[in-house]
T-cell receptor
Framework: DTGVSQDPRHKITKRGQNVTFRCDPI?????LYWYRQTLGQGPEFLTY????????KSRLLSDRFSAERPKGSFSTLEIQRTEQGDSAMYLC?????????????FGSGTRLTVV | QQQVKQSPQSLIVQKGGISIINCAYE??????FPWYQQFPGKGPALLIA?????SEKKEGRFTISFNKSAKQFSLHIMDSQPGDSATYFC????????????FGRGTSLIVHP
């Protein structure tokens, strides 16, 4: 168990380009969450998977955002036609249902800069 | 609408002092109140958590005080150390279900040696 892994750690992209981030959760965790964190703010929930099913989406997840977890293991978050306002840290977390908040583990995030 | 309000935004404490961070919540359905610690370049990590059936929980130098009637809770760091310098987030959620915590805006703590 090496924790929640996110790739890449940093991404700089030009406005209008598409970007994709990957999250590999802790192996026995069947729940996976995506958050966005901007400077001076706490993490804001984007979406949540249980196994491969996307069960909840925040209104922050605009039409330009899409997330997948095709085999119930790793997940990807894609942002299409990036805007400067998308610049943020994108965090992934995973958990087991029986552990509740105590098993909730964040990755180190992907920092996106849109220029 | 900010459901979890956290203060202060920043805090400077001398080594050995007590750091106190306060949070208030609005949703009475919340029944799980964790604190997270975040170092630069890292994701938040669970520090300590409390449920509303107790008024205080202590783990080492970290203590959560909880006031259900006032819908407030606070983190106390005793004997603060330079290694405690980090950003601290309070959060609130429902313990069951999908567990999606609502976070406060964070407090940047600096402990001077």
């Amino acid at each position: 168990d090496t924790g929640v892994s996110q790739d890449p750690r940093h991404k700089i992209t030009k406005r209008g380009q598409n970007v994709t981030f990957r999250c590999d959760p802790i192996s026995e965790h069947n729940r996976l969450y995506w958050y966005r964190q901007t400077l001076g703010q706490g993490p804001e929930f984007l979406t949540y998977f249980q196994n491969e099913a996307q069960l909840e989406k925040s209104r922050l997840l605009s039409d330009r955002f899409s997330a997948e977890r095709p085999k119930g293991s790793f997940s990807t978050l894609e942002i299409q036609r990036t805007e400067q306002g998308d610049s943020a840290m994108y965090l992934c977390a995973s958990s087991r249902p029986d552990r509740g908040g105590y098993g909730y583990t964040f990755g180190s995030g992907t920092r996106l800069t849109v220029v | 609408q900010q459901q979890v309000k956290q203060s202060p935004q920043s805090l400077i404490v001398q080594k050995g002092g007590i750091s106190i961070i306060n949070c208030a919540y609005e949703n009475t359905a919340f029944d799980y109140f964790p604190w997270y610690q975040q170092f630069p370049g890292k994701g938040p990590a669970l520090l300590i958590a409390i449920r509303p059936d107790v008024s205080e929980k202590k783990e080492g130098r970290f203590t959560i005080s909880f006031n259900k009637s006032a819908k407030q809770f606070s983190l106390h760091i005793m004997d603060s150390q330079p290694g405690d310098s980090a950003t601290y987030f309070c959060a609130a959620s429902r313990a069951g279900g999908s567990y999606i915590p609502t976070f406060g805006r964070g407090t940047s703590l600096i402990v001077h040696p």
